[in-house]
């Protein structure tokens, strides 16, 4: 299924233009989110939305469509009577529908599929990835990712989108799964507020520790506000990747404040050293297009090395 990512982060090296946000575009267009699962809830009862939203980024301009697994989970599978071999079967899903949706697109850009690895706190559903405040440690923190991270590594996507991590304990966590699948490729994405992560540790020091794993093959941020990307950057050391939100802030019940997104501060950032752009929380595709056309040039096409062949 997938393309082979060959020697670095992507095939020809980018820049990259990644997707914005799936939950964020499918409510634009009518779905109720508001359960435990979010957007996963869709991959068991409406997987055809999944994919026109995957197939709506990739027409806007994006490279890479990040699947609808960020919330999935056995544990989180589990409460709504969900057994693990269904579980493991809705993550295989969520690689096939975000493939489904790059066969419908005629281009001669190669496309890619990340498989989202969403945080501990995003399966508990109670805002802690916001935080990094968990009640657990690191050995269960590595329980609880060991089976996703095992069937995602196995469903086809061309490499891993180990994202929305808020603390070093889970980044730790993390990195050790990942050392033990042989052949992975992923990135590892930090958010963070007030140049620190969620959790207020120093992102610097995951980084670090991200560095020294070989499959980790860029690293970043996002949910993060845009404004906050310049500075967290320089930090990364690999290429990086940075799909920030809107810019606006989360109350726990609504979105208050401006919006500060914008797709002008795409070649500002892979000046700096991002490899891949995108966009998080309330981010769709029309600002995704705009970011496509800021690092192109004009939209649609631009010149590219040729796609690899199959592994």
């Known amino acids: 299924m997938g393309r082979a990512v060959d020697g670095g982060m992507f095939p020809d090296g980018g820049p990259w233009v990644l997707d914005g946000g799936l939950a964020t ?11 435990p699962l979010w957007s996963a809830a869709l991959l068991a009862r409406a997987p055809e939305a999944i994919v026109a939203v995957h197939e709506a980024y990739y027409r806007a301009g994006a490279d890479v469509a990040t699947t609808a697994s ?6 989180g599978y589990a409460r709504l009577g969900i057994g693990p071999a269904e ?6 899903r969520s690689v096939a529908l975000a493939d489904e949706a790059r066969r419908r697109v005629d281009t001669r850009r190669p496309l890619l599929v990340a498989a989202s690895v969403g945080p501990y706190g995003a399966a508990r559903a109670d805002g802690s990835e916001y935080t990094g405040e ?6 269960e923190l590595r329980r609880f990712h060991r089976p996703r991270l ?5 469903a086809g996507a061309d490499l891993l989108a180990v994202e929305t991590v808020p603390c070093l304990a889970e980044v730790e966590a993390l990195l050790a799964e990942l050392d033990r699948l042989p052949g992975v490729r992923a990135w590892l994405s930090l958010t963070c507020a007030g140049g620190r992560t969620r959790r207020g540790e120093d992102p610097a020091e995951a980084f670090a520790m991200a560095r020294n794993v070989s499959s980790i093959v860029a690293l970043g941020v996002n949910c993060t506000a845009p404004e906050e990307v310049g500075v ?3 930090l ?3 290429p990086a990747v940075v799909y920030a939100n809107s810019g606006e802030g989360w109350d726990g019940r609504t979105w208050t404040g401006p919006r500060t997104f914008s797709a002008d501060a795409a070649p500002e950032w892979v000046a700096g050293g991002a490899a ?5 929380c309330r981010v769709g595709p029309g600002d995704i297009a705009a970011v496509a056309s800021a690092l192109r040039g004009a939209p649609g096409e631009r010149p590219r090395a040729a796609e690899p062949g199959a592994p």
């Open 25 to 35: 575009e499918l409510e634009a267009r009518g779905y109720d989110l508001g359960g």
């Open 70 to 75: 960020y919330q999935a989970s056995r544990g």
């Open 87 to 92: 579980a493991d079967a809705l993550l295989r």
């Open 134 to 139: 968990y009640d657990v440690g690191v050995a």
């Open 150 to 154: 095992e069937v995602l590594a196995e």
């Open 232 to 234: 967290l950057l320089p």
């Open 236 to 238: 990364t050391g690999l």
């Open 276 to 280: 891949a752009v995108g966009g998080c």
